[in-house]
């Protein structure tokens, strides 16, 4: 069982930054797909940014052009770099994989089978 445990969320002005990391309970293999997702108070958790194996990357509009997912290594399986940050980029942020080839080949990166806990950023005006 990996644990994907988030780390580097706080408390910014607008225009800020931050980056976020991601890093898993034990060294991962057959890592297929990673994404960011996030939690406003109040709504729905939304996918904000998906990494591929092939390192193709996928944005939400809200966040494109501001957001950049990166892969890292060893533990560290990707990151979220966070740039002019808005007070409505408020949320809990949440890192996520899809592992394995069987859940894989059943779901694509579809969605994640392994999720973290959390890190609140906060952005203040």
């Known amino acids: 069982q990996v644990n994907l445990v988030e780390s580097g969320g706080g408390s910014v002005q607008a225009g800020g930054s931050l980056r976020l990391s991601c890093e898993a309970s034990e060294d991962t293999y057959g890592v297929y797909c990673m994404y960011w997702f996030r939690q406003p108070p109040g709504k729905e958790r939304e996918e904000i940014a998906t990494i591929e194996s092939d390192g193709s990357t996928v944005y939400a509009d809200s966040v494109k052009g501001r957001f950049t997912i990166s892969e890292g290594n060893a533990k560290i399986t990707h990151y979220l770099e966070m740039n002019s940050l808005k007070p409505e980029d408020t949320a809990m942020y949440y890192c996520?994989?899809?592992?394995?080839?069987?859940?894989?080949?059943?779901?694509?990166?579809?969605?994640?089978?392994?999720w973290g806990q959390g890190t609140q950023v906060t952005v203040s005006s």
């Open positions: 996520a994989a899809t592992v394995g080839t069987r859940y894989y080949s059943d779901y694509g990166c579809s969605a994640p089978n392994y």
